[in-house]
C-alpha cells in the first residue's frame, strides 16, 4: 500500500513525512513530480507551498495534488496541516473532499508529544490557548482563536462533526455510533479531540477499523500512526546516519519565531559558530541588498576557512521587523511580501556559499525560509531520513546539492536544537 502526503508548506511536508522514513518506508518530498518520477515511491510528500496563498489558489494547488495522487494510485492520502492552525484549512480540505469525495475528512491536528493538544474542540500549545501565543502575531497567516472548527468555518460550509475525549475514552462502540450517526445526517467532515498520544492512537485506529473510506487532515502527530495502523513496512529504508567529517555547517534561520531566537542564542554561543546577521531593511531596497549580500558572503567564507559553523539570520528584534515592516511599506509591498522578499534574499545569499563552499550540511528554520533555499539552489525535493528531534527531520537535498540537510518548523524543537543538528551533520549518531 502506499501514502500519499499533501503538505501546504516544505518544513511541514519534511515533519510528516519523515513520520513515514522512520519507520522504514523510503519517503521523499517532492516540489514538482512527474509519474515518472514516483513510479516506484511506496511514500510521497507534495509540497503546494499554499499556506500564505489567497484561498481559491490553495484550492486550486491542493486538489490538482490531491487529483495526481488519485491517478498514481495511492490509496492513502493524508492532507497536513500546520499544527499551530495558520493556514487555509477549510479551502484545502474542501478541496481534498471534492476531488477524493471521501466519507469523512478526519481532522486532528494534535501532536501531544509535541504541545499540541485539542481539548473539547480547542487548540492548545503548551497549554496556552494558540491564540495567545506569539502565533497570534505570525507575519503571513495569524490565528485569532483556538476554536478548531470555527477556524475550518471561516473557509468551508461543509458541517463538522466532534468526536470528544470521553468518545474515544468509552472505545470504538461509541465513536463508530457516532461515525454512523454523522455519515446519515451528511456531516463529512469529523474533528477530534487529542489531549494524549494514546487518544490521538485512539482515533486513528478506530477511525480505520470503521471501515470508512477516510481523507486524513492532521499534522505530523497523526502521520506518525499511519504505518501501524495500515500495517506498512518497507525494509528498504536509506541509511540516516551522515558519514563522520570535519566541514562545518551552515545554518539559515528565517524564523523570527521566539523559540528559534533561544535555539539561535545557544547555537551561537558555542566557540566555534560565526553568526553572521544581515539587516533585514537593506534586503528590501534595490539599492542595498545586494551590498548586504556580499558583505555577508565575504564573512561566511572567512569564517568556514578557520574551521567555524556558519550562522546566517536576519535581525529579529522587534524593532528591526517594525522597521523593515514600514521600509516596505513605502516601498510599496504588502506585509505578507516584505517577510517573502527577506527569505528570497536569504536563499540567494545560500546559493552563492554553496557554489563556492563545500559545507557538511545545511539547517533550515521556517518553511518559508527552507522553501526559498531550496528554490535558489536549484533542489527538486528532499529524500528522508529520520529525526533528530520530535518533528525534526534529518533528509539529503535532491538536485544540483546533494548536500544533507535539517529543517525545523520555526516553533518546534528545543534550545539545544541547532548545535544537536550540527553535530548530526558532521557525523554523531542519532
Known sequence: ????????????ANDSGVQLSRRGLQTSVRFDV?????????????????????????????????????????????KKIDSTLRGNLGAEADATYDELLPDFVVIAPAYPKNGRKIVSGHLYLHDIPVNETEIANDPKCPVDQSDVGHVFQKQTNRPIGHIYKQDLKNGFDTVKAKMDAFLKAGIPYLLFDSETEEELRAAATFVHQSGYNIVWLGSAGLANYLPDIYHIKDNHSMPAKVNTNASPVLLVAGSVSSVTRKQLEAFL????????????????????????????????????????????????????????????????????????????????LTNLLLNDISFSGIILTGGDTAKQVCT????????????????????????????????????????????KAAKILQGADL
Request: no cysteine.
Open 376 to 419: 535558489s539552489i536549484g533542489a527538486a525535493g528532499i529524500q528522508l531520513l529520520d529525526e533528530i528531534e520530535t518533528g525534526i527531520p534529518l533528509g539529503k537535498l535532491i538536485g544540483r546539492h546533494e548536500i544533507h540537510a535539517v529543517t525545523k518548523a520555526g516553533a518546534f524543537g528545543t534550545e539545544e536544537t541547532f548545535i
Open 1 to 12: 500500500m502506499r501514502i500519499g502526503i499533501i503538505a501546504d508548506d516544505l518544513t511541514g
Open 34 to 78: 512527474s509519474d515518472n518520477d514516483i513510479a516506484a515511491e511506496k511514500a510521497i510528500v507534495l509540497d503546494t507551498d499554499s499556506r500564505s496563498l489567497q484561498q481559491t489558489e490553495a484550492y486550486d494547488r491542493v486538489r490538482r495534488a490531491a487529483r495526481f495522487l488519485k491517478e498514481n494510485h495511492f490509496p492513502v492520502i493524508y
Open 269 to 348: 554561543y558555542h566557540e566555534r559558530v560565526e553568526g553572521i546577521m544581515v539587516t533585514a531593511a537593506l534586503l528590501l531596497s534595490e539599492q542595498t541588498w545586494k551590498t548586504e549580500i556580499a558583505k555577508a558572503a565575504a564573512k561566511a567564507k572567512t569564517a568556514y576557512s578557520k574551521g567555524y559553523h556558519v550562522a546566517i539570520y536576519p535581525t529579529g528584534d522587534k524593532s528591526a521587523v517594525n522597521e523593515a515592516q514600514k521600509l516596505g511599506e513605502r516601498l510599496g509591498y504588502e506585509k505578507a511580501e516584505v517577510s517573502t522578499l527577506i527569505v528570497q534574499r536569504l536563499g540567494y
